[in-house]
């Protein structure tokens, strides 16, 4: 079957760079057309570390203008999505004799502080660890550290809003969608695609290509467009543990090792710890990265080298990989690549425009969309002016300062609710909480309850509005539900989730087509 429209951008990639450039063009008034293969950031997007952040490290391997830029865009996406970002401080204890003398800890912050544009978060303090109740759960050696500001993200459901944004605004937004093939005929590009959960393939037009696959770029450029031997970007493998609550502190920990690599100890969804992050080459499918037992080893052992109680696998509650696709730039070792992106144009006479996105980061997403909005304005004509840096994601339309403001709203308004609900309500939603909820006046009205603060109505909105698909998507990327329900509720989950998508229906009557 084949589109009628012809649409200026067709992207292909919904993970935080795809959906950022996506919604950046949308609002400008190109007409976009954006295909995910699985679901939003079901790759690299939601694998991160999930900091909004300048990138301390970064500055010992001079990347001043990726580092000036992320400080810059800190509090810019944080006014934008209050609901799912908020600032967060850290705790880098200091260790006479260390990786880092203080010294150069200290004026690497005090760049950091006033490198880029810091307005609302708080500078850097000098901490002593036997007086502050940050240094209770480390070991008695270190006495002293900094504490610094960057931001927290949800990583998944920055995703999805920006894609949710894109599609409000009038972008067609597909899913689970997989390019098939791509190829130029008259001053166009004709893209067929496959709709996974449908079987129905279709053929849409476009104006000009943008290959914001992550990880897959190269894959595009090889499955999709036939091209042999590309090798545009290095994948870097890093992984996550979740483990019980190891502190109460609400501040974060900044870990140097004796490798000279870095991770972080952060207070996870009230009851967790995350740890990470592991740096190391990858070589595999992007699909199938998982945790190795030697990562496992070398965050328990990294950690526990910090805290007084030490960290085992036996703690761990949930784990996480993803691969970063940086760009190739020769680095000898993983930890050393660039973090900073690289956006290229493909075009000649006639023929149509190709842009291709290597790298990125989630604090600098939307800047990286305006610099390809610059590109695509070059190849297919200037739309619109660079808009989104005042702009709010949806249900983020209150001041930053505001959150406890909407949670002490939404329990007026709903007095029945658990403030815990209340509380991830908000920072899932923000303002569009009270239409998930709509006009339930008790907790019936919420419908079936799955288990944690999992209820029908917000299963319903996830499918029929964030294209959730699978208990999956739920459980792991539209909420983190899935660390508080038991395997048999999520089972229960998944067979609802079938029926309101009608999957069985859909396969049955392929299954008669064929």
Same mark, same amino acid.
């Given at each position: ?61 001079? /990347? ?9 865009? +800190?509090?810019? $996406?944080? &006014?934008?999505? @209050?609901? #799912? ?110 709709? /996974? ?9 476009? +104006?000009?290509? $943008?290959? &914001?696959?992550? @990880?897959? #770029? ?212 923000g303002t569009k909480a009270a239409d998930l909820l709509g006009t339930a006046t008790d907790v019936s009205g919420l419908g079936r309850h799955f288990g944690g603060t999992l209820y029908e109505c917000e299963v319903r909105w996830l499918v029929e509005r964030e294209w959730a698909f699978a208990a999956e998507d739920i459980l792991w990327r539209r909420t983190k539900q899935g660390l508080r329900l038991s395997r048999d509720e999520a089972a229960i989950l998944g067979e609802f989730v079938s029926m309101l998508t009608g999957v069985r229906e859909k396969a049955e009557a392929l299954a008669e087509q064929a």
């Amino acid at each position: 079957m084949s589109g009628e429209n012809i649409f200026d951008l067709f992207v292909i990639g919904g993970g935080i760079n795809g959906c950022g450039i996506a919604r950046d063009a949308v609002g400008r008034g190109y007409s976009v057309a954006l295909a995910e293969k699985g679901d939003f950031a079901s790759g690299t997007s939601s694998a991160a570390t999930k900091l909004i952040h300048g990138g301390l490290r970064y500055l010992e391997h001079y /990347e001043f203008r990726l580092v000036r830029e992320a400080l810059m865009e +800190r509090e810019i $996406v944080w &006014a934008m999505a @209050p609901h #799912v970002i908020w600032p967060m401080r850290f705790v880098l204890p200091i260790q006479k004799g260390g990786v880092r003398p203080s010294w150069m800890v200290r004026l690497g912050l005090f760049l950091y502080d006033n490198l880029g544009g810091r307005k609302l978060l708080p500078p850097t303090r000098t901490l002593d660890l036997r007086q502050d109740p940050a240094g209770k759960p480390l070991k008695p050696v270190f006495a002293k550290a900094f504490e610094y500001s960057d931001g927290w993200v949800d990583d998944a459901r920055f995703v999805v809003l920006n894609a949710r944004d894109a599609a409000d605004r009038g972008a067609t937004i597909m899913n689970r969608t997989r390019v098939v093939s791509a190829h130029r005929e008259s001053g166009l590009w004709l893209i067929e695609t496959l709709d /996974e959960k449908t079987g129905r393939s279709i053929t849409h037009k476009a +104006r000009m290509l $943008v290959n &914001a696959a992550g @990880p897959w #770029v190269d894959n595009v450029l090889s499955g999709v467009f036939g091209r042999n031997d590309v090798h545009n970007v290095r994948l870097v493998q890093g992984s996550h543990i979740i483990v019980r609550k190891k502190f109460s502190d609400p501040r974060a920990y900044f870990f140097q090792n004796p490798d000279n690599r870095i991770i972080f100890a952060i207070p996870y969804e009230r009851d967790f710890t995350l740890i990470g992050t592991t740096d190391r080459d990858y070589k595999g499918d992007p699909a199938k990265v998982r945790i190795s037992e030697g990562e496992i080893s070398y965050l328990c052992n990294a950690a526990s080298e910090y805290f007084s109680e030490p960290v085992n696998s036996d703690d761990i509650v949930w784990t996480y990989s993803g691969v970063r696709p940086l760009f190739d730039d020769g680095a000898s070792k993983a930890q050393e690549a660039t973090r900073d992106y690289v956006l290229k144009v493909e075009e000649a006479e006639g023929e149509a425009p190709l842009l291709n996105i290597f790298g990125g980061k989630l604090t600098t997403y939307r800047r990286l969309a305006e610099h390809a909005l610059e590109k695509i304005g070059a190849a297919i004509g200037e739309k619109g002016k660079p808009w989104t840096a005042g702009s709010h994601l949806p249900g983020g339309d209150f001041g930053v300062e505001r959150y406890e403001a909407q949670v002490t709203s939404l329990l007026c308004n709903y007095p029945f609710l658990d403030r815990r609900h209340a509380e991830r309500l908000i920072r899932n939603y923000g303002t569009k909480a009270a239409d998930l909820l709509g006009t339930a006046t008790d907790v019936s009205g919420l419908g079936r309850h799955f288990g944690g603060t999992l209820y029908e109505c917000e299963v319903r909105w996830l499918v029929e509005r964030e294209w959730a698909f699978a208990a999956e998507d739920i459980l792991w990327r539209r909420t983190k539900q899935g660390l508080r329900l038991s395997r048999d509720e999520a089972a229960i989950l998944g067979e609802f989730v079938s029926m309101l998508t009608g999957v069985r229906e859909k396969a049955e009557a392929l299954a008669e087509q064929a």
